[in-house]
């Protein structure tokens, strides 16, 4: 069975355009949730949704969105970028609640 | 609101030797807890999960992690360090508001010398 699959792998973008970032999660499962990996600030919840709504929001700016696709992919945007959103952007699949989470390799992003 | 602590930033270990990693939490009830190990360049692959099944909890790569509550502790060992051990590992604790919101500890690096 496939991982999880986050593409594109890096993404260099300049200070106010915006990203669209997309996941595909493992066959079956209906939960992606979003994090944000930095050396300063650590891992940390994005969002989360299921059967295509938001379930859980972490504490992020409004720039930051999301959605999920009848079909369970993913896709998260940032929306004017800013030099600190520079990160590893992590995406994790669950088959249900209280299942392990799958992640993927995640997306590079850096803003230049 | 919750929290996790990882002692450490760095730990170093000779291979063959007893690897021992520090996750505390705080929660007001029995939560999930996890450790994950990330590989550079790499996403986060579980290596174990506590459900209050059984205290102990064996994991992939002969890792293994002890709950105990009194203590509000999870620590990770390993009895015997590989230099195929070396990465970063994380503790994580799912929020009470969702299981698949999880708070992550901020991470120790393992480095194994031989």
């Known amino acids: 069975k496939a991982g999880v699959t986050q593409t594109p792998r890096y993404l260099i973008k300049t200070r106010g355009q915006q990203v669209t970032l997309s996941c595909s999660p493992i066959?079956?499962?209906?939960?992606v949730s979003w994090y944000q990996q930095t050396p300063g600030q650590g891992l940390q919840f994005l969002f989360e949704y299921f059967s295509e709504t938001q379930r859980n929001k972490g504490n992020f700016p409004g720039r930051f969105s999301g959605r999920q696709f009848s079909n369970s992919r993913s896709e998260m945007n940032v929306s004017t970028l800013e030099l600190g959103d520079s990160a590893l952007y992590l995406c994790?699949?669950?088959?249900?609640?209280?299942?392990?989470?799958?992640f993927g390799n995640g997306t590079r992003l850096t803003v230049t | 609101a919750q929290s996790v602590t990882q002692l450490g930033s760095h730990v170093s270990v000779s291979e063959g030797a007893l690897v021992l990693l520090r996750c505390n939490y705080s929660s007001s009830v029995p939560p999930y807890l996890f450790w994950y190990v990330q590989y550079p360049n790499q996403g986060l692959q579980l290596l174990l999960k506590?459900?209050?099944?059984?205290?102990l909890v064996k994991g992939i790569n002969g890792f293994e992690a002890e709950f105990k509550k009194s203590e509000t502790s999870f620590h990770l060992t390993k009895p015997s360090a590989h230099m195929s051990d070396a990465a970063e590992y994380f503790c994580?604790?799912?929020?009470?508001?969702?299981?698949?919101?999880?708070?992550f500890g901020a991470g120790t690096r393992l480095a194994v010398h031989p």
């Open positions: 506590y459900t209050s099944a059984a205290t």
């Open positions: 066959s079956g499962h209906r939960s």
């Open positions: 994790a699949s669950s088959l249900k609640d209280g299942s392990p989470l799958h």
């Open positions: 994580a604790v799912s929020d009470l508001g969702g299981y698949n919101k999880l708070i």
